[in-house]
């Protein structure tokens, strides 16, 4: 059993000019993530950490993730490299932060700069050098029975150049998760072979009236899940229900796996229940609750057979006392299981999943490069 979960902190865009808005959200969700003692193995910040790339902007981001227990880890973004150059990011940014891998839990983290070599702006792009380092290290996940994962600034799509062959080495890869910033808004992809995700900003948002918070990302046995957490009055408090297995059906990527797809009968089911004073939690399927049991070994980590007897597109519910995930899983007997082609124009936002709107994903992609206004 392989499970990881991180929390993604969306495009912090440090900056005087709002008042440093970006820098007062990351100290609440910092004073938030304190109550948490264990299931969460990291802090992703995914580039645009500071708005104009300056000593001072990358100062107070360090002052404000000071309190954090767990490790933080960061990629550059476009307007990191707003001179040209990603010498200010570096200088304020330490090197543990800014890793290219790490190994955690059984998945290979792999931490991409799509921005230096490129001309500024959204001219991203992956160097010859570090497209090799991903292409060895790909290979190295496979030899040595890792999953990976990457993290970027941006989905293969937005790349100027060679983002489709990107992705693909990703798929053959069986990268079970890309995990973004960029968009400003909450989004998932799934092109039928990866699953991606961008969480909205933390300081300039369009959407839903402008409410900040994070995401909670996990993978669980090559299973994504994906949550976000509003902060602020909207703040659901604790504990915070994850369901990581099976797959919602929305982030099936691999239909010949139980973990995907199962078959009629008993199904294990497996969440994460984060947070202080949790209840132990209960799983509903096909109108029966089951008792869930912490698995040995795996902290905040809960699992239940449950039976459901017929095919078809079943709810599935875990409640830990007033916090609760349902997700939508797919039942097919083996013969039945979905069939998937080779992906078309794979990693690229055509295959948003679209509005989930109990995962704060609207679906209407209002962002400075999509269809939001500009900042």
């Not at 309190?67 to 707003?82: M, N, R, Y």
């Not at 078809?312 to 875990?318: A, I, K, S």
């Amino acid at each position: 059993m392989k499970t990881i979960t991180w929390v993604h902190v969306g495009d912090l865009h440090a900056d005087p000019a709002d008042g440093w808005l970006g820098i007062d959200r990351l100290a609440e969700i910092v004073a938030d993530l304190a109550a948490v003692r264990e299931g969460i193995d990291f802090v992703f910040v995914p580039g645009d950490n500071a708005n104009h790339a300056t000593a001072e902007q990358y100062d107070r981001i360090r002052a404000a993730l000071a309190p954090l227990a767990l490790p933080v880890f960061t990629i550059p973004g476009d307007h990191d490299f707003e001179d040209g150059t990603l010498a200010a990011f570096r200088a304020g940014t330490p090197e543990a932060m800014r890793p290219f891998e790490r190994v955690i839990g059984g998945h290979r983290c792999l931490f991409l700069d799509i921005v230096s070599a490129g001309s500024g702006g959204p001219d991203f792009r992956i160097g010859a050098g570090q497209r090799r380092r991903i292409d060895a290290a790909l290979a190295a996940s496979d030899d040595e029975g890792l999953t990976p994962l990457v993290f970027m600034h941006a989905y293969p799509g937005d790349l100027a150049d060679g983002g489709e062959a990107l992705a693909t080495a990703f798929a053959d890869a069986g990268v079970a998760f890309v995990d973004t910033g960029h968009t400003h808004y909450n989004e998932l992809l799934n092109d039928g072979r990866v699953v991606y995700g961008a969480t909205r900003s933390t300081a300039q948002i369009e959407e839903d009236g402008g409410a900040a918070g994070y995401a909670i990302v996990s993978v669980h046995d090559g299973v994504p899940s994906w949550t976000f957490r509003p902060i602020g009055d909207a703040a659901p408090g604790w504990p915070h229900v994850q369901l990581l297995s099976p797959a919602d059906v929305r982030l099936l990527t691999r239909p010949h796996d139980p973990r995907h797809v199962p078959a009629p009968g008993r199904i294990a089911v497996t969440a994460r229940v984060l947070g202080p004073e949790a209840a132990p939690p209960v799983v509903e399927a096909d109108g029966i609750a089951t008792p869930m049991q912490p698995v040995p070994g795996q902290p905040a980590t809960w699992t239940a057979v449950v039976t459901i007897g017929r095919p078809g597109l079943h709810p599935l519910r875990v409640r830990s006392g007033a916090a609760s995930d349902t997700i939508d899983i797919l039942v097919r007997d083996r013969e039945d299981r979905p069939k998937r082609n080779r992906p078309v124009v794979p990693g690229h936002a055509v295959h948003t999943i679209g509005a989930w709107p109990s995962r704060h994903i609207l679906g209407a992609q209002l962002g400075p490069n999509r269809n939001g206004g500009g900042w």
